[in-house]
């Protein structure tokens, strides 16, 4: 897979809930791969959210 499809990025990245298996699958699918999981990277309402890069 070519970042950005031949526009010169070197790198795309996407972060998904842990739980959003669906989010997952549709990153996944044109070839992303998964890098890290990484507990409390995102906060909302004050509450850590554990995120996958992807």
Not at 1 to 8: C, F, N, Y
Request: positive net charge.
């Amino acid at each position: 897979m070519t970042a950005g499809g031949g526009r010169g990025l070197d790198r795309i990245e996407a972060s998904t809930h842990l739980r959003n298996l669906g989010a997952q699958h549709v990153l996944l699918k044109p070839g992303f791969q998964q890098i890290r999981v990484a507990p409390n990277y995102l906060r909302i309402v004050g509450t850590g959210r554990i995120t996958i890069s992807i």
